[in-house]
């Protein structure tokens, strides 16, 4: 390293000489744009000036120790890259017109730093200078520290208290600056789960060039890249440049005299103050912005339940949040009370997803848990809870006060301790596991379902766990798994399975193992092949391999296939235990052709959406039929995943049991007295919603089949907050930057069973229709200037899940159609720069595609069988439950 001295023999900073004034030129860019674009076509502005800078003062004691004043002069706003005129906003404008003159006035005033081995100790402004000039001096003071020894420090600039590494040679110093460290003010929040959240890159670079001892050039760099994680095109970046280039050394002021920088400091101007380096929040007040109710006027007619799968729904719902977020309870008040009905569970969801203190203070206010009336909206709220993006404690301390309230209907009962336990997972997961609302709510549902006597209690607390997935609720889901019968026991095991293979200990694997080997007592098949599954996914050993590879050809008709498949699935989708599996299978004893040879109607099967290289996501379908073809569960999963994060968008289980008696037939061993019941349960996004039931009992299911309508079961319908995030950015040169990415999701959902007794067939039925946006805003505000990016993606696709079983004879005939209708597309892409006269520039591209309908494949025994089934339908009038 070169050691730089001065006639003062100081070595630790730079340093000025005495009764000079070093003449800068400075200039401040700013750009936003796509990721991969280039600089040459971005948004943006240029602040250039000149600044002049001289030593005011040296400590008698210290040469390390000096005062230094800096003035910004001549200062001119432009265009950042060439625009022909008619596009140029600061064309024929002054400085003073486009800053306005109080502004300008402040920006120009001097501003004294005193310098201690090349860090600023002190930096002295004017008290009421406006927030905005006063960023933009602590931009160009920050320019100022150096260390001039290569290493690490900690060092306070405008970015916040930040971690650097300085590297130097010769004259020339580098600094990098670690922008994730800086410790500052922050404002926003992010989603809830990675996959639907933002990921941020950001870098900090200065090099500064020295001669004779003091700066001859300095040239900072930022960047900041956002992408979303579930679609990497639309990303953004910022890019802040500054650059300070010595023009000229004249002769300047003298020094002053004192021992004291705060004496010296008074003697220059009174009305100096120091202030903190660290930039100050600031934020332009919108001018002309609507009112909540005037925004609402102009969405309204996008928000009618029949046009809820459409994309503008979906784009209506994101502005309408954003709207709410900046509303008083009493305006959300007064918009919910004047709306007719139709409308209101789309506010609902809403204002339930702006989740302010605000808008939640309004729905509790608003919805009377004791009014049976209202349960529709009553439990919209609570779903929208549910799906809540960064909820706080507060939310899930409000719901558990509730709860202890008498609550009118039993399903709003139901799904209300439901969403606690989703509440519950996702606070956890943000290291809010010992928060006291937390703690009270999990005590609350733990004790419940000890105490719960009736069989409808019990369920609802292990909906409730299904969702919280607490490590200490292992046991007693065990407990339920093994000693329970029916829909208790099933809805256990499936809660178990919902866990994380990590959780899993040996007590849970020799449960599940003696739950699929039926040790201690008889179970249906629905439980046994869920602890198969959780045995299969949880790493197991050879022998748990061995002996469920066994058991196949001992057990009961449908369940063979069904298992048949399971292992086939495992070994054709390369899942984590296929290695084990091909191993147990070179045993002849394990692998024979009476055991793999067995027919059926069950299956199971996996497959890929999509693959890319952020994120793919993968659809799995599996369906156990009773030995006399009428279905006991169809069970259909979506899964999102990336290299660190899984996300189970969509489940959707239609369960039946107890039918044999329409059609005649003898129920499978162990299943005799099974009450007649048909449902459907559906998670979504990670939250276990409650189920529905078709019908209960054979009456009901009598009654049903005599009054169809054919109408479909409606099990979800609304809007969803999907991602949800927004930052506030300090660039270094002075200005913020917000950042918001919103994605929307209008969604319905709905399924249903039909029996014709007349042809001998049934039919199952889900119908997944979605329309999505996402919306990207990057702003940077310098109150005088707005620059910024806009990015929108839509798209609305419709996914249809069909099976046809026809049981006139054995083996019964089965064929399931998985589908996706032609999905339109459409992205753009809008730049801006802004005056606040309401001048404009603006360049906007779009791009719109249909991505073609697809068929979903399936194994070759179910293409084969469809053709039978297509083939052998005549037109028959069936009738619906």
């Known amino acids: 390293n070169t050691v730089f001295t001065s006639q003062t023999g100081h070595t630790t900073g730079p340093s000025l000489n005495n009764d000079k004034l070093y003449k800068f030129a400075y200039s401040t860019e700013v750009y936003v744009d796509r990721v991969k674009a280039s600089l040459q076509k971005s948004a943006g502005y240029r602040l250039s000036s000149g600044v002049d800078v001289s030593l005011l003062w040296r400590n008698p004691d210290n040469d390390d120790d000096q005062l230094v004043k800096v003035t910004i002069k001549d200062v001119q706003v432009e265009n950042v890259n060439e625009r022909p005129a008619a596009k140029n906003i600061f064309k024929e404008k002054n400085t003073e017109n486009i800053i306005g003159k109080d502004y300008l006035q402040a920006l120009q005033r001097p501003m004294v730093l005193e310098l201690v081995r090349g860090k600023v100790k002190n930096f002295y402004s004017y008290e009421n200078e406006p927030a905005f000039t006063q960023n933009i001096k602590r931009g160009l003071a ?49 989603s809830h789960n990675r996959i639907l959240d933002v990921s ?56 002053i005299a004192g021992k004291q920088v705060a004496g010296v400091v008074k003697t220059l101007d009174s009305s100096y103050v120091a202030v903190s380096l660290v930039a100050e929040p600031v934020k332009s007040k919108c001018k002309k912005c609507p009112s909540l109710s005037e925004h609402w006027k102009s969405i309204r007619e996008q928000m009618y339940p029949e046009k809820l799968s459409k994309a503008e729904a979906a ?8 709207n709410i977020r900046k509303a008083t309870k009493e305006e959300i008040l007064q918009l919910i009370r004047s709306e007719k009905k139709e409308l209101l569970p789309q506010i609902v969801d809403a204002v ?23 349960s529709l909206l009553q439990e919209r709220f609570l779903y929208a809870c549910g799906f809540a993006s960064h909820p706080s404690e507060t939310l899930l301390k409000s719901l558990t006060a509730k709860f202890k309230e008498d609550i009118a209907n039993e399903e709003i009962r139901e799904t209300l301790v439901t969403v606690m336990g989703a509440l519950i997972k996702k606070l956890c997961d943000r290291e809010g596991c010992k928060l006291p609302a937390v703690v009270e709510a999990k005590r609350l549902i733990l004790n419940r379902l000890e105490k719960a006597k009736k069989d409808d209690n019990v369920r609802m607390y292990l ?67 869920t602890a198969a599954a959780i045995i299969l996914n949880s790493n197991p050993s050879y022998m748990e391999v061995k002996n469920i590879l066994l058991s196949i050809g001992e057990l009961p008709l449908e369940m063979n296939k069904y298992m048949l498949s399971m292992i086939q699935d495992i070994l054709h989708f390369e899942m984590p235990s296929s290695k084990t599996i091909r191993q147990v299978l070179k045993d002849m004893r394990t692998h024979n052709y009476d055991r793999f040879s067995k027919t059926g109607a069950s299956s199971a099967y996996s497959g890929y959406i999509t693959r890319g290289p952020d994120v793919s996501s993968t659809y799995s379908l599996d369906i156990l039929y009773s030995g006399s073809g009428i279905l006991r569960r169809s069970n259909m999963n979506i899964r999102i995943f990336d290299r660190n994060a899984e996300l189970h968008a969509i489940q959707v289980v239609i369960e039946a049991q107890g039918l044999e008696s329409i059609i005649a037939a003898t129920p499978d061993e162990g299943e005799e007295n099974l009450d007649s019941y048909a449902g459907m349960s559906a998670i979504l996004f990670d939250v276990q919603l409650r189920p529905v039931t078709f019908f209960q009992g054979y009456g009901d299911l009598m009654s049903k089949m005599l009054s169809a309508t054919g109408d479909l079961v409606n099990v979800v319908k609304g809007l969803i907050l999907l991602t949800d995030y927004s930052q506030e950015i300090q660039l270094q040169s002075g200005p913020r930057a917000s950042v918001e990415f919103l994605g929307g999701l209008a969604i319905d959902i709905s399924g249903g069973m039909e029996f014709s007794l007349w042809y001998r067939e049934s039919k199952t039925t889900i119908k997944n229709r979605v329309a999505m946006f996402i919306a990207g805003n990057t702003e ?43 999905s339109p597309s459409r992205s753009y892409v809008t730049k801006y720069e802004s005056l606040p006269s309401g001048r404009r520039y603006t360049a906007r591209r779009g791009k719109a595609e249909l991505l073609a309908g697809n068929e979903y494949p399936l194994h070759q025994e179910n293409s084969d069988m469809c053709r039978k089934v297509i083939g052998t339908k005549s037109d028959s009038s069936s009738s619906w439950f």
């Open 200 to 255: 941020m890159k950001a870098t900090s670079a200065t090099i500064y060039v020295l001669e004779d001892s003091f700066f001859k050039s300095i040239k900072a760099e930022e960047n900041y890249a956002l992408v979303l994680n579930s679609r990497r095109k639309p990303g953004t970046k910022i890019v802040s440049k500054q650059r300070l280039e010595l023009k000229s050394v004249e002769a300047g002021p003298g020094l």
């Open 315 to 322: 784009k209506s719902f994101l502005s309408f949040i954003q």
């Open 780 to 822: 940077v505000d310098s109150f005088f200037v707005k620059t910024g990016m806009e990015t929108t993606f839509e798209v609305e696709t419709t996914l249809d899940f069909i099976s046809t079983v026809q049981f006139s004879q054995y083996p019964f005939l089965v064929c399931m159609q998985m589908d996706r209708v032609d």
């Open 352 to 374: 339930t997803s702006a989740q302010t203190l605000e808008s939640l203070e309004a729905m509790l206010e608003f919805l009377d848990f004791k009014d049976e009336s209202t």
């Open 142 to 190: 920050s320019l100022f520290q150096l260390q001039l020894h290569s290493g690490p420090a900690h060092e306070v600039d405008v970015s916040g208290k930040c971690n650097t590494t300085y590297h130097v040679r010769q004259d020339q110093v580098t600094k990098i600056k670690d922008l994730v460290s800086c410790e500052i003010e922050k404002q926003g929040f992010t």
């Open 463 to 529: 909906l409730a766990l299904k969702n919280a997935l607490l490590p200490e609720a292992i046991p007693l889901l065990l407990k339920y798994a093994e000693l329970e019968e029916g829909p208790t026991s099933n809805l256990a095991a499936t809660a178990l399975q919902r866990y994380d293979p990590s959780f899993l200990t040996k007590e849970v694997k020799k449960t599940m193992n003696r739950i699929y080997h039926q040790n201690r007592r008889v179970h249906e098949k629905t439980v046994r092949t």
